[in-house]
């Protein structure tokens, strides 16, 4: 799975990592839950220094997530990480962003016999995804890029630029 290889969701295994995440999260997303830096340890499986995700906040696994020094993602963000997630340092998400990593063969058969795939999403240091992007497996997003809201990420973004739209576009430098 984790190669990008063709894998079975309904592995016990994959089953039993799903199930935990799932109580991790709405132990989580408990109103009033104080003990939210210690799930995210326990969801993820490390420490990350400077943290900060709003509730309500959904993953597939944790494990496959990581993330740099002060990550903050707000309201609403979805991450599927059936392949990894590689986050740098002084990245902020907007509200209701998503990292889709995994995808469905194209072939209605393949489909159809529940295969499925992933790939790996990275993001470089100090991006800034607006509210409402979502990116697509296998993208890469450079350092000091900016996405603005609502973008569908479909293709790598170079480092130190402006990029929106659907498909998302590099559309000026940073610095510009």
């Known amino acids: 799975?984790?190669?990008?290889?063709?894998?079975?969701?309904?592995?016990?295994?994959l089953k039993h990592l799903r199930?935990?995440?799932?109580?991790?999260?709405?132990?989580?997303?408990?109103?009033g839950q104080k003990n939210e830096a210690q799930i995210l340890e326990m969801l993820?499986?490390?420490?990350?220094?400077?943290?900060?995700?709003?509730?309500p906040f959904y993953c597939d696994y944790g494990i496959n997530i990581r993330v740099g020094r002060n990550f903050y993602a707000n309201y609403n963000c979805v991450f599927l990480d059936?392949?990894?997630i590689t986050i740098g340092d002084d990245v902020f998400l907007g509200p209701g962003v998503s990292l889709i990593t995994v995808n469905h063969p194209l072939d209605p058969e393949e489909r159809r016999a529940g295969k499925e795939y992933a790939r790996p999403i990275n993001i470089g240091n100090n991006v800034w995804l607006g509210a409402d992007v979502t990116v697509n497996p296998g993208v890469t997003i450079g350092a000091n890029a900016v996405i603005g809201s609502g973008s569908v990420v479909v293709k790598d973004i170079p480092a130190g630029?402006?990029?929106?739209?659907?498909?998302?576009?590099?559309?000026?430098?940073?610095?510009?």
Do not use: W
């Open 1 to 13: 799975m984790l190669n990008g290889e063709y894998y079975d969701p309904e592995d016990l295994t």
């Open 19 to 31: 199930e935990n995440a799932e109580k991790l999260m709405d132990e989580y997303n408990r109103p």
């Open 44 to 55: 993820m499986g490390y420490r990350a220094e400077g943290i900060s995700i709003r509730k």
């Open 82 to 84: 059936v392949g990894p």
């Open 161 to 176: 630029m402006v990029a929106a739209g659907n498909p998302c576009r590099p559309v000026k430098r940073v610095d510009a």
